[in-house]
């Protein structure tokens, strides 16, 4: 079965903190990589998409990395701003016709000022 | 571009009601289109996927006489909630991709409430 997991769970970190976000897939055949963000009650903003041939993508404090071999992927945000509050998911995309999503559970974070 | 419009934003209604929420991509043409569920503080919930012209393909426990999905041209797709209850409340969200493989686009979702 396709699972995507997120650790950890929620986050809380001072303003100005580089973290890490962590997904892990159980399906290493995946087409591409996601991280999305999501505001309370809002759709989703497409972050960063890593193709299973890369191994890492970037825009602006940004970073998400794919290790297709151990099933994981790190999101790495730096100097951290409370605007940066929100839902972070990702999300695996397995190929052929179906272009199917698997979403992980998301890791909440807040940025304290 | 790739703007996925997504209305209402949100219903509120009598058990027993349907519901139609419709899906629209407003600058390019969505072969597929992909709705999502999302209960409170839980992830997106693949439902189903459908293709232009074509009927919807839905994922395994999502019953297809209870949420039709009508998939009728290239920038519409949507959602009708048949004979809503309390328990069908939830934030539904679509998607649409103009090619496979490509990314998917998001609509903004719909909070759905029952009373």
């Known amino acids: 079965k396709q699972e995507v997991t997120q650790i950890p769970a929620a986050l809380s970190v001072p303003e100005g903190e580089n973290l890490v976000l962590n997904c892990s897939f159980t399906d290493s055949a995946i087409y591409n990589l996601q991280w999305f963000r999501q505001d309370p009650g809002k759709g989703l903003t497409s972050l960063l998409l890593i193709q299973s041939s890369q191994r890492e993508q970037t825009s602006g404090r940004l970073n998400a990395s794919l290790d297709k071999s151990s099933g994981r992927s790190t999101l790495y945000i730096a100097a951290s701003q409370p605007g940066d509050s929100a839902t972070y998911l990702c999300?695996?995309?397995?190929?052929?016709?179906?272009?199917?999503?698997?979403f992980g559970t998301g890791t909440l974070l807040a940025v304290q000022p | 571009g790739a703007v996925v419009s997504q209305h209402p934003s949100w219903v509120i209604c009598k058990s027993g009601t349907s519901v139609k929420i419709e899906c629209r991509s407003l600058?390019?043409?969505?072969?597929?289109m992909f709705w999502y569920r999302q209960f409170p503080k839980q992830s997106l919930m693949l439902m189903a996927t459908s293709n232009e012209g074509s009927k919807a393909t839905y994922e395994q426990g999502v019953e297809k006489d209870k949420f039709l999905i009508n998939h009728a041209s290239l920038t519409l797709s949507t959602l009708t909630v048949t004979s809503a209850h309390p328990e069908d409340s939830s934030f539904y969200i679509c998607?649409?991709?103009?090619?496979?493989?490509?990314?998917?686009?998001f609509g903004d979702g719909t909070r759905l409430s029952i009373l």
């Open positions: 998607s649409a991709t103009g090619q496979v493989n490509q990314p998917q686009h």
């Open positions: 600058d390019f043409q969505a072969t597929t």
């Open positions: 999300a695996a995309v397995y190929g052929g016709a179906t272009n199917k999503l698997i």
